[in-house]
Structures are given as C-alpha cells and as structure tokens.
C-alpha cells in the first residue's frame, strides 16, 4: 500500500513539474526537458519501490509543492514574475537533481560520498531560501486576492458556509512557523545519522 | 500499602523451598505449625536505561502489581501508579494492576521494567471539560453576545424556528453527554495521558465554535425544503438520540460496578438495542445518525464536516473494538459489523 502512496505522489509530481514548466518558464526549455526526464526517472524509480522517504515527510512536501503551482503561481497571474518565484523555482529544481541522482546511484549501488554528502548538506540553506520564496510569494499574492475574492464563498449561502482565501493564506504563511522547524529538524537528525552514523534513541510512544 | 502478615516474616530467603516449621523467631511455642510462606524480592529498571530505579524485598507471592506500583510511588512520588507502565519485557505490554506477582513467569526475584506514561488525567475529567466546551460555546452563538457578529445584531434573536430547535439538540445532546459521564459510564482505564485533554477539546470546542457561528449567523438560510426537512431530520436525531441512550444503559448493565469484566453485548427488550444483532457498536451508529440528522435540519456545511470527522473516527474505535472482541469470544455472532449494518 504504501508502494502505491509513493506512486501516486510520484505521478502527481511529473504532472506538478509539466505545469509548471508550461505557465513558467517558456523560455527554459533546456530545464524543461532535464526534468521531465528525471521525472519519468522517478516512476520508474517507485514502480521498484525504493523511495526511503517516510510517507508523511513526502506528503507535507508534495501537498505544498502542489499548493504553491496550483493555487499560487497557476491562478495569480500577476505574480509569475516576481523573483520569489524564481527564487523557490531554483530550490526546488536544486534539490531535486540532487535527490534523483542520489535516488539512482543508490540504486545502482555506485554512490560517490559527494552526491550523499550533497544530498544531506545542501538542504541546510536550501530549505530556508526555499521556504523565504514560497513565503514572499505568497505575501505578494496576498493584495490580489483580496481585491478579486477568488476561490472564496461569501455569506448567505443555501449551505451555510463560508470560505475566505485571503485569511486561508494568512493562515498557512502562519502554519510555516511549526511545520518548517519540524521538517528542518528532521533533515538534521536524518544527516547525523547517515553522515556520521550517530545513533539516534527515538521517542517511542 | 502494608500487608497484615498473620504469620511474621521470619526468613529473608530467596529460595522456593519452604522453611521447616519450627525455625524462626520462635514467638510461638515449639510444635506449632507455621507457614512460612515463599517471600519474593521485586526489582524495578527503567525501561530505557535498564537503571536500577527500585528494589523491594519481602514481597508477598500474591501482591498485586497495583500494590507494587503503590510501593515504588513512595520512593518515587512524581511518579504515581496512574503513569507508570510495568512490563516483563522491556518492549513488551503493560502488566494489568490486576495481575497477581506469583502467577506471573517470575523467579524468586522479579525484575520489572518501568515506562513513564507521562502526565495522566482522569478519563471523567476529560469527559466533562469536552463536553461542557461546546454546551456553554454554542450558547455564546445562539445568543448572539457582542464581538461575534456585528454590533446591530448584539442580543438578537434568530426569526428562524429551525435555529431555535438546533439549539435545543445541540444543547440537549451535550447535557446528555455530561450526565452520562456522570452517572451512566463504567470507564475501563481510570486515566489518559494529560495532552489528550488539549487534543480533545480543541476538536470539540473548535467544530462547536465553527458550527455555532454559521447556524446563529444572521444570514443563516433555513433548509431547502423547509418545515419537511426540518421534521424529518428531527426525528432521525430523536430516535438515534434515545437509541444512542439505550446502548449506553445497556452496555453499563452488562458490567457490574466496580469490576472490569467484559462480555458480549445481546439485544435486550428495548428495540433500540436490537441494533446488536447487526453491529458490534450500535452506540457509534446512533451518535454518526443523530449527527446527520442534525446537519440535515440546520443543512450547514460544518455541521456535515464534523459528522465526517467524527464517522472516521468512531468507525476507527468501532473496528478496533470489533477486534477485540472477535479474538476474546470464540463464539462471537458472525452476522454482526463494526459500525453499519452489513457495510463496515
């Protein structure tokens, strides 16, 4: 089952980087078409089923990749050119070469230490720019929503509900406080254990 | 907790083999019969650490593991029986308060391994605190009290008779919770860690506060299909409200006061209870149908949500119970299900 979980967010991602490429980046194509075959990679690479990394882990990043394409970057016209987009763009295509080709190489059983030591070193900056990305684009996204009232349902309505996208967003730049942390951390203890092989005594529940 | 010793611990011997009868202190005359009884020595480690946490010695063979837990408390007073774990095996399970030191597979000296369950909180603590959350927030909303809506609308009341009627479910179901907490329940574990108090009632307090605040809305929009939707809904609430009742009056006659037997529940006289024939939890099933009788009568998105939360969730606990209760009874009616009949 969770074969499948990893698959499915494998193909969710090869749509995700397409989308991206298209509304983005029309005159990259040389990246276009270097990561579209990565991605195929990455079918291939869970159809044998060794993604190591925990379900939850893939699922915060692959919901707030999706988040960020789809209800940011695709739907708010205006901010495609800010340069926190471009910004995050590079992280994520930073981090996800690196990921793949470390994903490969082990599956090859050839890892050079430098693409393992990339893999666990790189992230320490890379997180943080990438998450100051995100967060700027999302706070430069912020004044159009709340001038045209998109993906928003007002008061009265025969369901009696409401939803307001701005206060949404505010919310989630908000939620970055406890969830980024969590992740970094996580990443840090995961690097002393590969890295250095220290042992790490978890808390069982 | 101090044994009365009818006969005084005259050995501190750490073998099986009885003492003969005439050794010891010599309080009673010689020819007199004594038994010496085996005494046994508890050591405590800590689960993690293996550290040596407590040694007991002159332990009776038929102490509880709740009277040793009441004995390390006074070496170790942060740590009251509720939240310790004591196991045999470092990763294996809990020993129950009720095991009895001489029918476990111990030697003479029994090693126990110590956990720390954390902060606990009484079950009927938590019961009452996230129930009485909702009562009393709902009520905020109905009465419309300054700084929820707009200040026009400060102490008005609803023109909608459905509101009103919402508002008496809502409340009756929640004071019928607290008195059942109260007076019905017979709680099986006497405690739950203490974070699960703050879990809980933000689920509970938050969905009331978000339910409230659409249904009392001054531009709440009544049901579709009017006064019909409205009965209709009220009386799936009604019924699943007194069918939820009788699960639960039925499941605390099955228990005696006091103990902690389990048995199969069977359909008694009371119709409502003969939703047992078809399901393992029919408690769950009335309380999932009076949820969505009530979001069919205030026809609120939120409320709808909460039903589906709270589905999961019951049918999560309902398949669990429904486990338990296959491995402990060989002949457990087949044709029953976790929570809907025939379905899940």
Redesign the interface.
Known sequence: SSRWLVLAIAMVRFYMEKGTHKGLYKSIQKTLKFFQTFALLEIVHCLIGIVPTSVIVAGVQVSSRIFMVWLITHSIKPIQNEESVVLFLVVWTVTEITRYSFYTFSLLDHLPYFIKWARYNFFIILYPVGVVGELLTIYAALPYVKKTGMFSIR????????FDYYYFLLITMASYIPLFPQLYFHMLRQRRKVLHGEVI?EKDD | MEHHHPTPLTLESSGWAPSWPWSGSGEKGPGTLRICRTILQVEILDA?TREKLCFLDKVEPHATIAEIKNLFTKTHPQWYPARQSLRLDPKGKSLKDEDVLQKLPVGTTATFYFRDLGAQISWVTVFLTEYAGPLFIYLLFYFRVPFIYGHKYDFTSSRHTVVHLACICHSFHYVKRLLETLFVHRFSHGTMPLRNIFKNCTYYWGFAAWMAY??N?P???PP?YGAQQVKLALAIFVICQLGNFSIHMALRDLRPAGSKTRKIPYPTKNPFTWLFLLVSCPNYTYEVGSWIGFAIM?????VALFSLVGFTQMTIWAKGKHRSYLKEFRDYPPLRMPIIPFLL
């Open positions: 008061l009265p309505n025969k369901y009696n509900v409401s005594v | 993690k659409y249904i809305h531009l709440y929009t579709t205030t026809q609120c998105v939120p």
